[in-house]
């Protein structure tokens, strides 16, 4: 029996109830690359055939990985940073490496939204004009021609990257519940709705069909390039928000009592349902457009992501039939996936930072939030913007993301040895036991998987430079950044912690025995 009082900190706030739990999950879950990433790489990945290791992924890898962090976040009752240093002396420096990785793509994520609000506006009148392309990099973005950084700035996206971070730190300073739970719980039924409207609209336009098929067609030989299945699980690590701390936040603000591997379950086939139906509405329409310009549907497609989004879309929005509606709903369903994102990104670094120094919701939301709101003005409304952004996104995705759940994972499982601990946590209060096989995923097979994405990630950016972009820019936002954040994140751990934090695990009381 421990004889030492446990020190009690303010009460934590939280979601109401389970299914604002979920919603927040779906919310952060759902993002951009659900919309412009997936049918890329699902038609690249074998078409219909990629359905077989995209389940598998979400299976064995995804909800595994998902699960622990619902585990970490759920017993130990803190930040990414706390969670961890409560799981095990040495561990808070993984905590705020997530936190990090968080700011950086909190930095250059809100750029993206701003592009979407107004090409939002913009779908209405078509005002990108005939030529989506020139407008989007010349005439919007004003594109720097020489790669890098610059201080050129770009007025119209300054001042919208300056809304959308007004009302992401407006919903943020309103709380766990209030802020984040409630906008959760309207922005996710909207934008599934929205989206099943766009579905809809663009299953009438001609050549939609000839879409589909060239979506769901299986190539069965792709099932036996196993770099079909590690972009599968590439996916739905990236598409499920988990491996840098959102879902142990977010599992932090949960009653103990909630079904943690029952939300789980509804949370990871809801994105990935969201995934399918994107897939659908963007085939459909790129099915139009190949139509219309007498070519192939791979073609039309390109490489996905932000010319999938800026360039491809609005070009069939110029020549479909009822444009204007397929333009407003793929913009404004953009525009709420993300900022749901968003808002959990940077909620990551907003309550590590509470734990840490204990100021109030309030004042940690404008000390983390305007200062990350000026970086990411100052550096992604220039002509320079773009190409920075890019470098940035494809490094800390391959190497900052990937790496800390891989090290996370191994740390939990054979350093700190808390995996059967957190099994029985979650197998305590939930519908879906884990026994034997969840262990068997996390320990072995899951960080086998990210370690191979990780060789094959440094060997194709060793093999030529990113993009053919200059050594100054990759060394400086891309292999920089990948060095500094994890010996940041150490340093960050060698802060003392307020004195009215404990740092013992919240589930044992003082008799030994297991609050409720």
């Known amino acids: 029996m421990s004889s030492t009082p446990e020190v009690q900190a303010p009460a934590k706030e939280g979601f109401s109830s389970r299914k604002v739990f979920i919603f927040a999950a779906i919310g952060s879950a759902v993002g951009l690359g659900n919309i412009w990433r997936f049918p890329y790489v ?19 890898a995804g909800i595994p990985l998902l699960y622990l962090d619902y585990a970490i976040g759920h017993r130990y009752r803190g930040s990414a940073p706390l969670s961890l240093r409560r799981l095990g002396r040495g561990a808070e420096w993984l905590g705020w490496w997530m936190v990090l990785i968080c700011v950086i793509i909190a930095i250059y994520y ?58 992401t730190i407006g919903v ?36 939609a ?5 060239a979506f769901f067609t299986p190539d069965w030989g792709a099932l036996t390039d196993g770099a079909v299945w590690i972009s599968a699980v590439g996916q739905i690590f990236f598409s499920l928000s988990v491996g840098f701390g959102i879902m142990i936040t977010y599992a932090s603000y949960v009653g103990r009592k909630t079904d943690m591997t029952g939300s789980g379950a509804v949370v990871a086939f809801s994105n990935s349902g969201f995934e399918l139906l994107a897939g659908i509405g963007v085939f459909a329409a790129l099915g139009f457009m190949a139509t219309t310009a007498g070519t192939s549907v791979g073609e039309v497609l390109g490489s996905g992501g932000i010319g ?19 333009g407003v ?30 100021i109030s919701r309030l004042a940690a939301t404008f000390v983390v939030g305007v200062p990350i709101a000026v970086i990411s003005v100052l550096m992604f409304a220039t002509t320079g913007g773009l190409y920075v952004l890019d470098t940035m996104d494809a490094f800390v995705n391959s190497f900052g993301i990937i790496a ?3 090290v996370t994972m191994l740390a939990v499982t054979y350093v700190f040895r808390k995996l059967p601990v957190l099994r029985e946590h979650l197998d305590a ?84 025995g297991e609050q409720s």
């Open 329 to 358: 709903l793929f913009f404004v369903s953009l525009l709420l996936a993300g900022i749901t994102s968003l808002i959990s990104i940077v909620e990551v670094i907003i309550g590590a930072v509470r734990d840490k120094v204990g």
């Open 110 to 167: 809100a750029s993206i939204l701003a592009w979407a609000s107004k090409y939002a506006v913009l779908s209405f009148t078509k005002g990108w004009g005939d030529d989506p392309e020139t407008y989007f990099m010349h005439d919007y973005l004003q594109r720097a021609k020489v790669p890098g950084p610059t201080m050129d700035f770009v007025p119209e996206i300054t001042w919208t990257m300056v809304i959308v971070w007004v009302v």
């Open 308 to 326: 999938l989004a800026f360039i491809a879309f609005p070009t069939i929005i110029n020549e479909a039939p009822g444009g204007v509606i397929i």
């Open 429 to 512: 209060r939930s519908s879906v036991k884990l026994k034997g096989w969840w262990p068997a995923l996390v320990a072995v097979v899951v960080p086998i998987l990210l370690i191979v994405m990780l060789w094959q990630a440094l060997r194709d950016k060793l093999d030529a430079p990113y993009e053919d972009y200059p050594a100054d820019l990759l060394n400086v936002f891309g292999w920089g950044m990948v060095i500094a954040l994890p010996i940041i994140a150490i340093v960050l751990s060698f802060i003392p912690w307020r004195k009215d934090v404990s740092l013992e695990d919240p589930t044992v009381a003082v008799d030994g």
């Open 42 to 60: 699902a038609y690249e990945g074998g078409g219909g055939a990629f359905i077989i290791p995209y389940l598998c992924a979400l299976l064995f």
């Open 172 to 207: 943020l300073a309103l709380g766990v519940q209030t802020g984040i739970g409630r906008t959760a719980v309207v922005f996710i039924p909207v934008l599934v709705l929205a989206f099943i409207v766009l579905v809809i609209q663009a299953l009438t336009l001609d050549g």
């Open 209 to 213: 069909m000839e879409g589909l098929n």
């Open 404 to 406: 800390v759940a891989a």
